[in-house]
T-cell receptor
């Protein structure tokens, strides 16, 4: 199956700093990638849809200035958490869909644990 | 937008018994329904999926049924084993390229 790699797996940052998480599709081109946030024992909450070469589409309630998404190539999307606060601590996970058709399987990255201290 | 409800939130079964998890959705235009298994701290893994033109699909001990009229679909795991213990998420593809997840079901299989 398709492979999606996410980096870093773990990151600890100080409150007020920014942290960048990368999501790469290793063996396919992904015009669309998705970013999710998952709190302990909760579901995957879609934060935004990342579109190659254009602005990301954010879900309602997600601050676009706080969670900057850049999809600069067909294999890389980045999520930057700006001015991080302890409440931003969470598990962030990306996914990518090969092709354009709705209904194609999405593949997940390994996820990134963010701890803001 | 699409709303996905999943039940139960927790399910405990004895090894060898069957487990059933149910999901309902709201958007009749949704046409793809995958199920994911997630172990603690790991990425969700696709275990089975079904498309709107099919009513049932089976893969060894796992099966999924879909009732488009009633807008619900279910995951069935037979002959459960301890390694089936995990969190299971249903999901719905809205046709707008977004996948919306249910709240998850924590399955415990007791040996």
């Amino acid at each position: 199956g398709a492979v999606v790699s996410q980096h870093p797996s773990w990151v600890i940052c100080k409150s007020g700093t920014s942290v960048k998480i990368e999501c790469r599709s290793l063996d396919f081109q992904a015009t669309t990638m998705f970013w999710y946030r998952q709190f302990p024992k909760q579901s995957l909450m879609l934060m935004a849809t990342s579109n190659e070469g254009s602005k990301a589409t954010y879900e309602q309630g997600v601050e676009k200035d706080k969670f900057l998404i850049n999809h600069a190539s067909l294999t890389l999307s980045t999520l930057t958490v700006t001015s991080a606060h302890p409440e931003d601590s969470s598990f962030y996970i990306c996914s990518a869909r090969p092709g354009h058709r709705s209904g194609n399987t999405i593949y997940f990255g390994e996820g990134s644990w963010l701890t803001v201290v | 937008g699409e709303n996905v409800e999943q039940h139960p939130s927790t399910l405990s079964v004895q090894e060898g018994d069957s487990a059933v998890i149910k999901c309902t959705y709201s958007d009749s235009a949704s046409n793809y329904f995958p199920w994911y298994k997630q172990e603690l701290g790991k990425r969700p893994q696709l275990i089975i999926d079904i498309r709107s033109n099919v009513g049932e699909k089976k893969d060894q001990r796992i099966a999924v049924t879909l009732n488009k009229t009633a807008k619900h679909f279910s995951l069935h795991i037979t002959e459960t084993q301890p390694e089936d213990s995990a969190v299971y998420f249903c999901a719905v593809d809205t046709g707008g390229f977004k996948t919306i997840f249910g709240a998850g079901t924590r399955l415990f299989v007791k040996a």
